[in-house]
Structures are given as C-alpha cells and as structure tokens.
C-alpha cells in the first residue's frame, strides 16, 4: 500500500516528499498526485467526502506543472473548486505572488486545466479575497450594504472609471465569491 504523505505531515509536521524541503503540497499525497491513482487513505478521505474531486484534479494537474516550472514546486494548494467552467486554486498567501505574475506559468495553467484559473490565497478577509479575484484591478474600498430584508451586499469600488472593463469577468467573479465565501458581489467603478 502506497505511504499517504499527507498523513505523516499531519502526524510529525514534516515533508518525506523526496527529501526536499520546498516542494509543491498538496490536498493529496504527492506519491498519488505524480500517478494520478489515490493510494486507499487518500480513497478513503474522497469516499467520506474529507476530500473533493476538485482537490484531486487541481493536485495532478499542479503536480505536473511543478515538474517544468520550479516556482509550483514551491506552493501550497490549500483547496480547489471548480466553478461552473472555471477553476479557483486556493493557496498559501506568500504563494500566490510567486506565479500570479508569472505571464507563462498563467497560461500553461489554463492549457493544463483546459479552463480560466482564478487564484486566490486561503486564510484571508473577504476584502483581500476579493481583491484576488479582481486583480490586477485595483480596489479602492469594500464595504457591507444591508439591504431591508436584511440581506447583504458586499460592495467593492474600483479604482477606474471604465465601465466595461470587467466585461464577462463580473458575472464569473460574482458566482465564484457567493460559491466559496458566501458572498453577494457587487463591484462599483469609481465616479
Ligand atoms: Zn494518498
């Protein structure tokens, strides 16, 4: 039976993922996310839903990006859902400067994933969240607008003035904050 990485990560704080200190980890065990076959730990946590499909696919797809592109082998994947078509690839935040900028790693990410990937950092506000999905816009203010229902809003206000610089990213954007956090968007530009 393979060795679940993983579970000896969580037990000893350590990596036994080939001796290197900086390599890509994952929601999966590396041994598993290099095959793409689950070891039956791995199995197990998909069976009793510990895992998704989405983590899975998202490990063995950066798994084989880290193999050509050194700075993937050095992020943490927290999560990953997959929204409608699209893909949002939850990471260590330090993480996320190291290949969002990254022009070539971007679009062979898309290639490998045959989908739009959006990427965001784990642990973070609902401000700087939002932030991430609309970047490399920039965001002058969120705010929460409580409408009489009682129902809330989360207004973020651009720092532009063009209108149809989001396009059909506002639609995709708004669909994936009310998935992952719960969130009813809506982005203003500055007047
Ligand atoms: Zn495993």
């Known amino acids: 039976m393979p060795v679940c990485n993983n579970e ?3 037990r000893y704080g350590i990596s036994l993922t080939y001796g290197k200190v900086m390599a890509l980890k994952t929601p ?12 039956s730990k ?13 983590e899975v696919h998202a490990s063995i797809v950066l798994t084989r990006l880290a193999q050509r592109y050194s700075e993937v082998d ?6 990953a859902f ?4 699209d893909f949002v690839l939850v990471m260590r935040g330090s993480d996320l400067q190291l290949i969002r900028t990254h022009e070539a790693i971007r679009a062979e990410t898309a290639r490998q994933f045959g989908a739009r990937v959006w990427m965001v950092e784990s642990d973070s506000s609902d401000r700087r969240f939002i932030e991430n999905l609309l970047y490399p816009r920039r965001v002058l203010s969120v705010n929460l607008i ?13 720092d532009s003035n063009r209108t149809s610089d989001l396009g059909n990213d506002l ?20 007047k």
Do not use: M
Not at 42 to 54: G, P, V
Not at 82 to 85: D, R
Not at 146 to 158: E, M, S, V
């Open 8 to 10: 000896l990560n969580k």
């Open 74 to 79: 050095k992020i943490t994947l927290v999560t």
């Open 171 to 190: 639609y995709k954007i708004q669909r994936i904050a009310k998935k992952i956090k719960d969130i009813e968007l809506l982005v203003e530009h500055k």
């Open 28 to 39: 999966i065990c590396s041994f598993d996310a290099k095959t793409g076959v689950l070891c």
């Open 146 to 158: 409580w409408l009489p229902d009682g129902n809330k809003l989360t207004r973020a206000i651009l």
């Open 42 to 54: 791995c199995e197990e946590r998909l069976r009793s839903k510990d895992l998704t499909q989405d």
């Open 82 to 85: 997959k929204v409608e078509t």
